[in-house]
């Protein structure tokens, strides 16, 4: 008896070894990481459930920003910071008409080490906002990748402005239609967009669509996959959102699978592509 449970739990160990090997690594390229989620789970905490699900690089925000510094210092060569418009949640709404964000803006981009800006809400009425067009003549300045929750209007008006800009489009815009996405693809090609939060419209009831299918296989290079915790409750069912996009993913060519898992955003924030002891991404992208 003692013998087959013995047995037992080191094929058990065993397997979950090997799943652990052999889980597709994840980057993730849209999580927020603020006040209250920072009141539950410590940085190690974080680094912890990226662990567990196979995400060795995370870009995140979020606010204040200081959390985010604090999670990036643990571990700078994991964690591509982002560095958040709002120094208070009720600013979400009021940033567009508000000046000051722009001398806070320049003062913490002179401490080096934020690599993008965002994630920004703005929507067409407000895509005129003078604040906006500052904050995309910073991210210019500093070669930074901006992260916007928008309208088309605003991919329109921001490519207007500044069409060398990389833009990851999040949640693949507001209105998230696999044709329409498409097209901005096509007009602007350096704008990419996340996945997040868009689960249910990729693959209702488990099964991967056809017109998403035929978006990743003719973009493969623009798609990145994110979880984006916009709460607390999304930071505790962490593992069950990863599960989600893997299912989909696992779905796609594996090379392609691949590119949108891992690839684009590693080369989009010039983290290495190989990391240390992942010798099933190193084949796979050789
Ligand atoms: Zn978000």
């Known amino acids: 008896m003692i013998n087959m449970l013995f047995s037992y739990c080191c094929g058990l ?3 979950l070894f090997s799943l652990g090997l052999t889980a597709q690594p994840l980057f993730d390229s849209h999580l927020h990481y603020s006040a209250e989620d920072a009141q539950r789970f410590t940085p190690h905490e974080i680094l912890q459930l990226l662990d567990k699900n196979a995400i060795p690089y995370a870009a995140v925000t979020g606010t ?3 959390h985010v510094s604090s999670l990036y210092h643990l571990a700078p060569e994991r964690i591509v910071p982002l560095l958040g418009l709002y120094r208070h949640s009720d600013e979400k709404s009021s940033w567009t008409k508000d000046k000051s964000i722009i001398p806070y803006l320049k003062k913490e981009l002179a401490r080096g080490y934020w690599q993008g800006i965002g994630e920004l809400h703005l929507f067409a009425d407000d895509r005129h906002s003078k604040v906006f ?3 995309i003549a910073l991210a210019s300045e500093w070669q930074l ?3 916007i929750h928008g309208d088309p209007a605003v991919i329109d008006k921001l490519y207007e402005i500044a069409p060398e800009q990389p833009v990851v489009w ?7 239609y696999p044709e ?3 097209d901005y693809l096509r007009r602007y090609p350096n704008l990419s967009i996340d996945l ?3 689960d249910k419209r990729i693959a209702p009831d488990g099964i991967i669509n056809d017109d998403w299918y035929e978006l990743f296989v003719t973009y493969p290079d623009r798609v990145m996959i994110g979880v984006d915790t916009f709460s607390t409750t999304r930071w505790q069912l962490f593992n069950s959102a990863v599960g989600t996009i893997r299912n989909w993913l696992a779905q796609l060519p594996d090379e392609i699978a691949l590119q949108i898992a891992f690839v684009n955003a590693a080369k989009l924030y010039k983290k290495p592509l190989i990391f240390k002891g992942d010798a099933a991404t190193k084949d796979a992208i050789q």
């Open 13 to 15: 160990l065993a397997l």
């Open 64 to 66: 204040p920003a200081s």
């Open 133 to 135: 067009n500052k904050v």
């Open 145 to 147: 990748p901006l992260l």
């Open 170 to 176: 999040a949640h693949a815009g507001t209105f998230p």
């Open 180 to 182: 329409l996405v498409s």
């Open 196 to 198: 997040s939060m868009r």
